[in-house]
């Protein structure tokens, strides 16, 4: 288990990888997200053990790179004839996690011909990932206003995604668990109890602001999603013993700061 920077994704764009690296190193963490496409024109251009060295020089994990795969646009499968490549390379610095999130909502497909729309997609990427001994994290969506609009509602809960997880049926695919999707899916925190390790590729863990309103439901609601991040945090604990597999990233939108204590 490490703490890991996810720069974009607290509003700090537009860094090179030895930049987030030495970000990363002068603010404590253990770990970076990072673009494996970049990685890899560092690569092809002065070699991998440039690029590995960059991490080691700095005492910095290459943590999780996101999915390199447009999997739900037209060009997905020309993504895929490069992911064996990535994922060597991912793997030969010393990750071997990838992450992506999925929509919680279609505009065209209900649920279980989406549902099979998305095994058909996953499932090819999963057993490249597989292959070459990577997992993959799905993110499930928890926030009722991003599918109340929309005509089918799709996956936006824990036991929805693990069940996609196992139905992919390559045995490398698990949850990205994000504690304010878990907060706003509705999904019972008692369930934790019946994760392992193996279900868990990547943990969000959550901080929030102080509530906008003074009001008695504000504060409650605040305390109630402190609450789940703080079991969650008690999970990551008690999965520590395969902390080889899986790390805490610190991500967030500017709204809510992900935090790891």
Not at 160 to 186: C, Q
Not at 211 to 223: F, L
Not at 235 to 247: E, L, Q
Request: aromatic share 10%; glycine share 8%.
């Amino acid at each position: 288990m490490f703490k890991n920077l996810n720069a974009g994704a607290i509003g700090i764009r537009n860094l090179s990888l030895p930049e987030t690296i030495a970000l990363a190193q002068a603010t404590g963490f253990d770990g970076i997200d990072f673009d494996i496409r970049e990685a890899a024109a560092l690569a092809d251009a002065h070699g991998v053990d440039y690029v590995r060295d960059l991490f080691a020089q700095a005492g910095v994990r290459a943590g999780l790179w996101g999915l390199p795969v447009a999997w739900n646009q037209d060009r997905w499968q020309e993504d895929l004839a490069e992911l064996p490549r990535l994922a060597a390379l991912g793997v030969a610095l010393g990750c071997s996690r990838t992450a992506t999130w999925c929509p919680s909502w279609s505009d065209s497909r209900a649920f279980d011909e989406n549902y099979q729309w998305h095994i058909e997609r996953y499932r090819p990427i999963a057993a490249i990932l597989r292959d070459h001994g990577c997992r993959l994290g799905i993110e499930f969506l928890g926030p009722r206003h991003l599918w109340a609009s929309h005509p089918h509602r799709f996956i936006t809960s824990m036991g929805e995604m693990l069940k996609l997880a196992r139905d992919i049926g390559t045995g490398n695919v698990g949850l990205l668990l994000d504690a304010y999707h878990l907060y706003t899916s509705g999904d019972e925190i008692d369930a934790l109890d019946a994760l392992t390790a193996a279900d868990v590729v990547v943990v969000h863990i959550n901080g929030c602001r102080p509530p906008m309103s003074s009001s008695s439901t504000s504060t409650m609601r605040q305390r109630a999603f402190r609450a789940r991040s703080r079991r969650i945090w008690c999970a990551v604990c008690r999965w520590r013993p395969a902390s080889s597999i899986w790390s805490v990233s610190c991500a967030s939108s500017p709204r809510w700061v992900m935090t790891a204590p």
